[in-house]
């Protein structure tokens, strides 16, 4: 299997209570009510939330930060990305696991295709550092096949508390190399922490779409796919037929950087069919495919919330901020734009 970075070296945390996609079909009415003091980014009947990736360079990752995040920029619905190292997302009765991220950055980025090739030194580091993680994944598996949920409460706690609903989960037990307990385990956190969705990266054998539909149906939950650069518009097609527990996790951003032909038309056309929607501009790839601020590359945000609007979808959609914070601007900052621009998009 290859190893799938950003699940491996960044993250969040993850909580709240259990929500059928019928909890986000509320009236427009419902955009102001929320208990004083709490966040509401529901903006005329569409639900803005944000991906925890967002969060990711932000030095304090605790379950509390990335709650208290949330609450201050007044974005009350979740997607919690989880990681298993490094973060405080899963905790195991005591026992203090850890890796070395920054040698399996090292590593992997030297690894590159577009890198000269390995000196032998280089490349007996490489294997030692893939040992080593190899042997880290052994033991995670051990720990959560035997794990209870016990944190995962309190994680929704503290969500909870501050007032930020969880929709989706996306942890790292959904790979091919992990065990079935595995993904069971990532399930029930998912329904202790109050999702109605589970989302991971589009597997590459169709054999791991149906392991995960099957584990999904059994817990009552929407096992949504992601893409990148591999988005097409017929991607998703096959996981689609082979079970009403699989969903779209649509990438906005990286449909229309990989070109994906007529994002607006996507939507309608699979609307029933997407779990979670995540926001972020990027350039088509006659232009480039970077990732800009919002307003200044291809993505069609604002008209996509203007539909969402107008026929009454369900599915939230996520800020998930990835482009360079500009000089004399830092990362909440730009999300609190992010946030501004959604308004402006609905308000219009």
């Known amino acids: 299997m290859t190893t799938n970075r950003r699940q491996l070296v960044t993250g969040g945390v993850a909580c709240l209570a259990t929500m059928a996609a019928s909890k986000w079909r509320t009236s427009r009415a419902a955009d102001s ?38 609450r201050d920029l007044g974005i009350n619905a979740v997607e919690l990305q989880g990681s298993s190292l490094g973060y405080p997302i899963e905790e195991f009765e005591g026992v203090e696991l850890k890796f070395d991220t920054a040698k399996l950055s090292k590593v992997e980025q030297r690894s590159e295709p577009a890198m000269p090739p390995l000196s032998p030194a280089e490349q007996q580091e490489r294997d030692e550092v893939m040992a080593a993680l190899a042997a880290y994944k052994r033991r995670l598996a051990g720990l959560r096949a035997k794990a209870s949920m016990r944190h995962f409460e309190r994680v929704r706690g503290i969500f909870d508390d501050a007032g930020v609903s969880i929709y989706a989960f996306k942890p790292t037990t959904f790979e091919a190399d992990n065990t079935d307990a595995e993904v069971d385990y990532g399930m029930r956190a998912a329904k202790v922490l109050g999702a109605n969705q589970v989302n991971v990266e589009m597997p590459t054998d169709f054999a791991q779409v149906k392991r995960l539909s099957a584990h999904a149906a059994r817990h009552s ?68 495919q970077r990732d800009l601020p919002w307003g200044q590359a291809d993505t069609p945000i604002a008209a996509a919330l203007q539909l969402m609007r107008e026929q009454h979808y369900s599915f939230p959609a996520a800020i998930e901020l990835e482009y360079d914070i500009p000089p004399g601007s830092d990362i909440l900052k730009e999300i609190g734009k992010c946030l501004d621009y959604c308004r402006r998009a609905l308000a219009s």
């Open 33 to 70: 009510v929320q208990p004083p003091g709490h966040p509401n980014s529901r903006i005329n009947g569409v639900q803005i939330g944000i991906q925890s990736y967002s969060f990711r360079n932000l030095p304090d990752q605790t379950p509390e930060a990335i709650a208290r995040y949330c």
């Open 221 to 288: 939950l929407k096992m949504g796919y992601h893409a990148h650069l591999e988005a097409t518009a017929t991607l998703w097609d096959a996981a689609m037929a082979q079970s009403p527990a699989n969903a779209i996790n649509l990438d906005l951003g990286w449909y229309v950087a990989a070109d994906g032909p007529d994002p607006l038309g996507f939507i309608r056309r699979h609307h029933a069919r997407i779990d979670s929607m995540h926001l972020k501009d990027r350039q088509n790839i006659a232009h480039g």
